[in-house]
């Protein structure tokens, strides 16, 4: 929910989304996550670049005081992708060279600490570690997308077969979901309120479809250039 979020970041935010230079350096543009009253940033890290350190992980909280957000992580490589939900973060590590077929999976969360009113993390330091993503495809790796529901998070990953696939975690376990079945553009993961959707961007034009209890559900074709 943006009205949560402190109004500088936000508008540091904007300014560097829409700024020409940000978008034709695309590993300078941050991640954002929000959900309730926590929002979480990747941001540059250049005072720590020196000690290979490139990328930062804020949170700002709505019972921080206004304007206030701390750094709780930093990171070799910006994570490829962040979702959120309440006070839990999840984050996509992309491959590198040294293990270019693994794409982990990280969860950190915070808490309101009465003693020192601050939000501090769980766990105090590093990440909780959850299973790797299971990868079938022969590869080059490219997570697309990650997003938060109250059933775990969602994941869809390009692994360089015809089509995505696309992971839900169930009990700390990653369970494939099965895509609606003629998707054939370049697809595109969301969430609309709690529930997850999928964006086809088919040359015959933009496709929605929603995955509710029983499957997927086809939205009405959208119009060309939507």
Sequence with gaps: MTALIPRLLLVLCVALVWSPQARSESDQVFGVASAR????????SPETAEDGLT???????????????????????????????????????????????QVSVRVLRVEWDPRIDRYIPVPRTGL????????AGPGPIRPLGLEATPRGPVALIDEGSDRPRMHRLVRGVWTEVDLPPDVSGSLHLGKEGEEIVLLDTNPEGPRQWRLGTDGWLPESSLPPGS
């Design 55 to 101: 990328w930062s992980l804020a949170h700002a909280g709505q019972r921080d005081e206004p304007n206030v957000f701390r750094l709780l992580r930093r990171f070799q490589n910006r994570p490829a992708a962040i979702t959120a939900d309440n006070d839990h973060l999840w984050l996509i590590l992309a491959p590198n060279s040294t293990r270019p077929r």
């Design 37 to 44: 009253e926590h929002a979480w940033y990747l941001l540059p």
């Design 128 to 135: 909780d570690l959850l299973p790797d993503l299971p990868i």
